[in-house]
C-alpha cells in the first residue's frame, strides 16, 4: 500500500550518518542522494520489496519538525535484529524511548520492539513479528 514514507531534517548531513548506519543494520543500502527542483536536498532509501524512506530537507524553508502521534516502523527480522536497531541508533545520536526494546504482548501475540527518536526527533520503531 505504501509507497514512500518521508520525514524532515534540519541537518542533512546528521541525517544522512543516522540513517545510514541504522538502516544498514536493517539491511539496506547506503541513501542515494537527491536534489529536489528546489535545490533541497534529500536522502533516498530502498529496501526489498520496493517501499522508500525518505529524509528530506523541509521544502518550504521552514524548520523541520516531529509529527506528533506518528512513528515510523520499520520491520526486523528477528529479536535479535530490534536490539541492534535500537543500539545502533543511539551509537549515532539517536534517543532511546518508552520501554527497553523487548517482548510486548499485542493483538498479534508477543512481539518485539524499540523505539527511538532520531537527531531530529522523529520517533521510530524497530519491530519484529513472528511468523
Known amino acids: 500500500m505504501l509507497f514512500h514514507t518521508m520525514v524532515g531534517s534540519n541537518d542533512i548531513e ?3 550518518r543516522f540513517y545510514n548506519a541504522v538502516l544498514g543494520a ?5 541513501a542515494t542522494l ?4 528546489s535545490g533541497h536536498t534529500r536522502l533516498f532509501y530502498r529496501h526489498e ?3 522508500n524512506f525518505i529524509v528530506s530537507e523541509p521544502i518550504n524553508d ?7 502521534g506518528s512513528t515510523v516502523a520499520f520491520s526486523c527480522n528477528s529479536p535479535a535484529q530490534v536490539e541492534l536497531f535500537h543500539d545502533t541508533a ?3 545520536g539517536g ?3 518508552e520501554d527497553r526494546p523487548g517482548p510486548r504482548e499485542s493483538a498479534m501475540g508477543t512481539i518485539t520492539l524499540a ?3 532520531d537527531p531530529d526527533g522523529n520517533k521510530l520503531c524497530g519491530i519484529h513479528i513472528p511468523g
Open 26 to 30: 536493517l539491511g539496506a543500502g547506503e
Open 115 to 117: 523505539y527511538v527518536r
Open 90 to 92: 543511539i551509537a549515532n
Open 14 to 16: 546528521r541525517s544522512k
Open 95 to 97: 534517543t532511546s524511548i
Open 62 to 68: 521552514e524548520p523541520a519538525t516531529v509529527a506528533n
Open 34 to 37: 537527491n536534489v529536489a527542483g
Open 49 to 51: 520489496g520496493g517501499t
